[in-house]
């Protein structure tokens, strides 16, 4: 039986990828593979996929389809369930207070209107949904 075809990329214009996003998922291969979740053909196989990617969702391939990392407890909403922050106040749709484990940032910004906070954008390669992350202070 062939394998199955790689996810579509996300709509819209693709975003290139960034050294910071290369560095994030060979990261993940290698918590993956001290795991044990990989072998060392399968963790050289998926580095290369990432350093020869030139957009984020092709350098994302090589992550999708591994378990989510865990051992660290998130206080995070679980995607799809509505959150409160303060009384009264609702995050909206794809809005986190921080990144999900194995989301990719890409580099689109934007500044939320109602806020005036600038707001990251990050893609879980799992399904490829956007989700968006107050950019961190530097």
Same mark, same amino acid.
């Given at each position: 039986?062939?394998?199955?075809? #790689?996810?579509?990329?996300?709509?819209?214009?693709? @975003? =290139?990828? @960034?050294?910071?996003?290369?560095?994030? =998922? =060979?990261? &993940?291969?290698?918590?993956?593979?001290?795991?044990?979740?990989?072998?060392?053909?399968?963790?050289?196989?998926?580095?290369?996929?990432? &350093?020869?990617?030139?957009?984020?969702?092709?350098?994302?391939?090589?992550?999708?389809? &591994?378990?989510?990392?865990?051992?660290?407890?998130?206080?995070? #909403?679980?995607?799809?369930?509505?959150?409160?922050?303060? =009384?009264?106040?609702?995050?909206? +749709?794809?809005?986190?207070?921080?990144?999900?484990? /194995?989301?990719?940032?890409?580099?689109?910004?934007?500044?939320?209107? @109602?806020?005036?906070?600038?707001?990251?954008?990050?893609?879980?390669?799992?399904? &490829? @949904?956007? +989700?968006?992350?107050?950019?961190?202070? /530097?």
């Amino acid at each position: 039986m062939p394998a199955p075809p #790689p996810p579509a990329p996300p709509p819209g214009p693709r @975003s =290139l990828v @960034s050294d910071t996003d290369r560095e994030h =998922l =060979l990261g &993940l291969l290698r918590e993956h593979y001290a795991r044990g979740q990989l072998d060392l053909d399968e963790m050289s196989r998926r580095v290369g996929v990432v &350093l020869a990617a030139t957009y984020s969702d092709e350098a994302a391939a090589a992550v999708t389809d &591994l378990p989510l990392l865990g051992g660290t407890a998130s206080a995070e #909403p679980t995607p799809g369930r509505a959150s409160r922050g303060r =009384l009264g106040q609702r995050r909206r +749709h794809a809005q986190r207070t921080q990144p999900g484990a /194995g989301w990719v940032p890409t580099p689109e910004r934007f500044r939320d209107p @109602s806020t005036r906070v600038i707001m990251r954008v990050w893609i879980d390669p799992a399904d &490829l @949904s956007r +989700h968006y992350v107050p950019e961190a202070d /530097g």
